[in-house]
């Protein structure tokens, strides 16, 4: 049996890394410093799944009831 | 159907709100100018009803749940649920989601099974088996010989049966459990103890009496019951990472009502998710209906951090910045004299401090500051 992927599980929403370029550009846009960010934890199980640094930004696509798809970020500290 | 996406792609609406207008579109046979017309409107709707900037969100999503919630029970109420296993409900278990519990009074298991077991009532009850804890006394009689010193254990054939053990493997599990020697004769166990010790004797009575001879310890019973096409199992207590682990189980779909556990084992985002799920049915079940919006702000604050937070004084509202505003909430005269001792200080950013103080508040057309242009 391959192993389980926690990103495999109905409550775990997909999360990826962002490249250095594409955060800068969404800091930007957002015109915010990264800090002002939600935090993820560089020990969080899936953050760890994925392979982070502390100082990535996190890109989460969730299943929201109201808005169908949303887009949230998370700094990784 | 493309022909509607490049017209639904220059707006930055929802997906939910996309969809829905797409589907429309099609049912009606709708040609693009006509499209256009209709997403530039829905979109001006959209714009319309969005938060303003500055709307005190917080506080219009407290009042919210507040609300309904002086018409939950307040006693703790269990019921009878899915599968007899009885669950906190109503306010009780509201606060205890809200104060991030690290042990629910009543934690349960909702596990799915894999594809080739799912269908298989046997197949069910053999990862039902895997997970129950079964102890000495549900497989076998249990007797003290004071006279010989020993313990003798004289199993049930028909409750190993069902609980699909051998004596063989009651014995292993035994000695390795206790650490001592069992010897087998004509079907029954006998513990030896070779201290002439009454202590000892019921110490070892004791220990065996609470050794888990299979399952998870956490889990004290299974239920299975069958959901539409497959076998559900339900489980009284919890342990999500043993029980993801087990052969069978279908770890993707595998859920407890312990969100502390979820947080633990899958992250912050499945944390996030499971408090506005067990939020929303907690209210649902009671016939209160609250918009998910505000449950979602609440966990939102309670996820911010990348650490699950309770709200309360050891969660977000302790974290606040203004000593005024913590002193308002609760200890006030902890925090007031804690904020005296180390010489705080309080900008009165915030809105609790300043109508403590007396002074306009930053939200909604206070937020604002005018500056007249001279000309």
Do not use: W
């Amino acid at each position: 049996m391959s192993k389980f992927r926690m990103q495999d599980h109905v409550l775990v929403p997909k999360h990826e890394v962002l490249s250095k370029e594409v955060a800068e550009e969404l800091l930007k846009t957002l015109g915010i410093s990264p800090e002002q960010l939600p935090k993820i934890r560089v020990d969080d199980p899936v953050a760890k799944e994925i392979g982070v640094k502390v100082g990535d930004i996190v890109r989460i696509i969730r299943e929201s009831p109201t808005a169908g798809k949303s887009i949230a970020y998370r700094l990784v500290v | 159907m493309t022909k509607y996406d490049d017209v639904l792609n220059k707006y930055p609406l929802p997906s939910a709100v996309k969809e829905e207008l797409k589907a429309e579109f099609e049912r009606l046979g709708i040609n693009k100018t006509k499209a256009r017309q209709i997403v530039e409107r829905c979109y001006q709707a959209y714009l319309a009803n969005l938060m303003e900037p500055g709307e005190a969100a917080g506080i219009i999503a407290a009042q919210s749940i507040g609300e309904p919630g002086t018409q939950m029970t307040m006693r703790t109420f269990h019921y009878a649920g899915v599968a007899e296993i009885d669950v906190t409900l109503g306010l009780p278990r509201l606060i205890e989601i809200l104060d991030v519990r690290k042990n629910p009074s009543t934690p349960m298991m909702t596990i799915r099974l894999a594809e080739d077991y799912a269908k298989d009532r046997n197949k069910a009850r053999e990862v039902a088996n895997r997970i129950e804890a079964t102890y000495i006394l549900d497989i076998a009689d249990v007797a003290t010989d004071i006279r010989h010193m020993q313990i003798i254990i004289t199993p049930d054939e028909k409750a190993l049966e069902r609980k699909q053990l051998t004596v063989e493997e009651v014995k292993k599990r035994i000695e390795k459990g206790l650490k001592t020697e069992v010897e087998e004769s004509e079907g029954k166990l006998i513990i030896a103890i070779s201290e002439p010790s009454y202590k000892v004797l019921m110490d070892t009575f004791d220990k065996l009496r609470r050794l888990v001879l299979a399952g998870i310890k956490e889990i004290r019973r299974v239920i299975i019951r069958k959901d539409g096409e497959e076998y559900v199992l339900y489980t009284e207590g919890s342990n999500l990472k043993k029980v993801m682990k087990v052969k069978g189980v279908d770890p993707a779909r595998t859920l407890t009502n312990d969100i502390y556990e979820i947080y633990e084992v899958l992250g912050i985002e499945a944390a996030r998710n499971a408090v506005i799920r067990e939020a929303i049915s907690t209210l649902e079940e009671q016939g209160l209906e609250v918009n998910v919006r505000h449950i979602m702000l609440v966990a939102d604050a309670m996820t911010a951090d990348g650490e699950l937070k309770q709200i309360g004084r050891h969660g977000v509202a302790g974290e606040k910045q203004s000593i005024l505003a913590r002193a308002a909430f609760e200890m006030t005269v902890n925090n007031l004299l804690d904020a005296a001792v180390q010489g705080d200080k309080d900008s009165l950013s915030g809105i609790t401090e300043n109508i403590i103080v007396g002074q306009p508040i930053k939200l909604g057309t206070g937020d604002v500051e005018l500056i007249a242009r001279l000309r």
